[in-house]
């Protein structure tokens, strides 16, 4: 099993930035794919980005709506994998639950962006931006 915990979100202004944290440790993978989602109250839950880690080399993937304000980064440790959502230039409309969202590479990169890829989830942590 893996474990997912997150960390980081809160009330920011518009404008302003936030960083998400997701430590994954249990019986992690030496190649993975991890995402972040986000679901705001009444839609339903959306890719915002993902990254994949496999021989050294990471790939990264964003939604349209994040691309040129979010960054996605992962860092491996002992037995835990740590995935960071940078989140900059925020916008109202980013206020919403973020998922963080781990599993094995899909055998199609673009499939990351599909929530049923992944069978272990955080628990959420809620990011509001005011305006």
């Known amino acids: 099993q893996v474990q997912l915990v997150e960390s980081g979100g809160g009330l920011v202004q518009a404008g302003g930035s936030l960083r998400l944290s997701c430590a994954a440790s249990g019986r992690t993978f030496s190649s993975y794919a991890t995402a972040w989602f986000r679901q705001a109250p009444g839609r339903e839950r959306e890719f915002v980005a993902a990254?994949?880690?496999?021989?050294?080399?990471?790939?990264?993937?964003?939604a349209d709506s994040v691309k040129g304000r979010f960054t996605i980064s992962r860092d491996n440790a002992k037995n835990t994998v740590t995935v960071y959502l940078q989140m900059n230039s925020l916008k109202p409309e980013d206020t919403a639950v973020y998922y963080c969202?781990?599993?094995?590479?899909?055998?199609?990169?673009?499939?990351?962006?599909?929530?049923?890829?992944?069978?272990?989830w955080g628990q959420g942590t809620q990011v509001t931006v005011s305006s």
């Open positions: 969202a781990y599993d094995l590479i899909p055998p199609r990169f673009s499939a990351v962006v599909a929530a049923t890829e992944y069978r272990y």
């Open positions: 990254v994949s880690w496999s021989a050294g080399s990471a790939n990264a993937y964003y």
